[in-house]
């Protein structure tokens, strides 16, 4: 068993809901097993700038059921350079941790397998992010709720697109994955996605107008996903006003309203069973490897592949799509 004796948590990147069930977990998990444990304020700025806290398990008490961080987040410059790493990792001896666990997204775990290629301390990881883009991991913490959000926000649309007999294009987050676009748009109904994934193989709003999109129906809803390579919701709605003007077209982009709110069932049960996974890893002497879920089993990730590989999308969902718009 692994000589651990205090644990450090922290939350960086772009928040998701289920982040504080997953401190909560972790938190627990690690004074079940008599380890210590330490919350490490606003990411990795809070190993530079030494705020950090003893946590006791009233300090995750009544936060399983909020969005955000308790632990606040941020994208932190200085832990990209070398020198903000030797501050982080002198704060770690300074403060008695001699294990980290970070939640966050592809970014986040990037800078924790990085740090702990340099350092000789155990690093595991938790996929803490709306995007559901880490490799090895059918989910991600967030990536549920910020679906159901956009699904009832899309539902909401629909009903003005149907009275005005309008086409939308919805922009939903998740950087350059389509996981958001593609799974909402099945969840809401929508006609189509437009997805990075695929860009370059077709010209997937080409597709949709040849296929007389609107040929059963009046109005019409497209997801697109946010991306530099689609040009977005509004590259596809100035498209459309220039090549097919008979269209009716409106923008609505959901920005951060997809990242915000509490989180559903699925992600607290997820974030709740990762925590406890994380702590398990590391009395297992595990490190350098993010917490997944495959076929609703909890699995063990190496950084270097949970951050390297490109994440495929399910082709028959994108089938599947087409065929229900009819
Ligand atoms: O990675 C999560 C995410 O919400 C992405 O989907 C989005 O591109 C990005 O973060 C937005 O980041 P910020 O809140 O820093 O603008």
Redesign the pocket.
Known sequence: MANIKCVGLLTS??D?PGMNAAIRAVTRASIYNDLEVKGIYRGYKGLITGEILPFKTNNVSNIIQQGGTILKTA?CVEFREPEGRRTAYETLQKEGIDALVVIG???SLTGARIFAQEYNIPVVGLPG???N?LYGTDTTIGYDTALNTIMQAVDKIRDTASSHERLFFIEV???DAGF?ALNGALASGAEAAIIPEIWTEVDQLEELIKNGFRKTKNSSIVLVA?SEITGGAIGMAERVKKEYPQYDVRVTILG?I??GGSPTASDRILASRMGAAAIDALMEDQRNVMMGVQDDTIVYVPFSKAVKKDKPINRDLLNTLRILSI
């Open positions: 990147g772009g998701a994208r997204g592809d970014g992010t709306i995007d883009d987050m998740g950087r958001l946010e951060h997809q990242r």
